[in-house]
């Protein structure tokens, strides 16, 4: 594990009850160098969507706890946001929650010829997430195949 990934994983575990107690769900957690400067991304998510005032509001108790606990050793920005409408799904949960939904899932390397799938998903399963496309044919992919998985955008 990264040592940026594990940063993530120490603050998602230090704001999990505070989100919790605050009725939100933390969907991911972010801590990434973009050009020069560190960014610690957090999304929040609630039922019936979040507010900016959400995002505040947790913003400023995180903020609370992070400077208590300090569990980054250098300067960051720091930022709160939802999910957006094309989230991505990367926990197990995440697989759960939205079997049914149809997703856009991109590859590391193309399979038949192509990196980009779109599909119903159906499950995860032993490590593999199995979407159904729109000739009703189940296809499987490892995990470790897939670069991202995220809701589709459908209008």
Avoid: H, W
């Avoid at 505070?18 to 960014?39: R, S």
């Amino acid at each position: 594990m990264s040592k940026t990934a594990n940063t993530a994983n120490k603050v998602e575990a230090l704001l999990l009850q505070t989100a919790k107690d605050m009725c939100f769900d933390i969907t991911d957690v972010e801590f990434l160098k973009e050009g020069q400067n560190y960014y610690l991304r957090v999304y929040i998510d609630k039922e019936g969507g979040i507010t900016i005032d959400d995002c505040e509001i947790f913003s400023k108790e995180a903020e609370k706890i992070l400077d208590i606990n300090d569990p980054i050793d250098r300067a960051y920005i720091f930022e709160v946001s939802s999910p957006g409408l094309d989230r991505p799904l990367k926990k197990d949960s995440d697989f759960e929650k939205f079997a049914g939904e149809i997703v856009d899932l991109k590859l590391y390397k193309p399979l038949n010829g192509s990196k980009e799938y779109q599909g119903k998903l159906k499950c995860l399963m032993n490590n593999n997430i199995i979407i159904i496309d729109d000739n009703n044919n189940e296809i499987s992919f490892s995990r470790e195949s897939v670069a991202a998985v995220r809701l589709a955008v459908i209008f």
